[in-house]
């Protein structure tokens, strides 16, 4: 009797467990590694070695590996901009919204720190906070992951130079010599 067909999800989960079960199985014959390869390694040991480094991060939504042909978006850090329960929180909130030119929204805004073809440094005020909560949590764990570009219906404001506290994505700050990857 034939198996039904997968869905995409149940596909893509499927091909994510078996590339688990490679990294295992290279990891149990001594030569994996999550660093860098070693001189001697061979294409496919760069392979599984680089598909471990993949396999690593928590996946979150738009983290790039669903659709590979939305190109990640390097980002210097990124933050949750949201109205608070206190009502100095939600004052402070509404005139954070009025100087990024965005209207107030009661689920908030995520803010994404990047750099445009020049270098300059901008903020990008979007609606992905599921995105930037995934890219937060594998920050704090120390694991450089980046989005997807987000869609242009997700982008409310772009604003020159960063604006607001940040936290830094670990390979921005490496380079500002306060660790990283």
């Not at 039904?4 to 014959?29: G, I, S, T, Y």
Request: glycine share 10%; net charge negative.
């Amino acid at each position: 009797m034939l198996e039904p067909e997968l869905n995409v999800h149940d596909c893509l989960r499927q091909v994510e467990l078996l590339a688990l079960d490679v990294v295992a199985a290279a990891r149990d014959e001594g030569w994996q590694t999550y660093g860098d390869d070693p001189a001697d390694a061979t294409p496919l040991q760069r392979t599984v070695n680089e598909m471990a480094r993949i396999l690593r991060h928590h996946h979150f939504e738009d983290d790039g590996c669903v659709e590979p042909n939305r190109p990640v978006l390097h980002l210097g850090g990124a933050a949750l901009f949201v109205p608070g329960e206190t009502e100095g929180q939600q004052d402070s909130y509404r005139v954070g919204c009025a100087r990024l030119g965005v209207d107030t929204r009661d689920e908030g805004w995520a803010l994404w720190y990047t750099w445009d073809d020049q270098e300059r440094a901008h903020t990008m005020v979007t609606t992905a906070l599921e995105t930037t909560r995934g890219l937060l949590d594998n920050w704090a764990q120390g694991r450089d992951v980046h989005p997807a570009q987000p869609r242009r219906s997700q982008i409310r404001a772009v604003i020159r130079g960063w604006v607001g506290p940040i936290t830094l994505s670990p390979s921005h700050a490496s380079t500002k010599g306060l660790g990283g990857c």
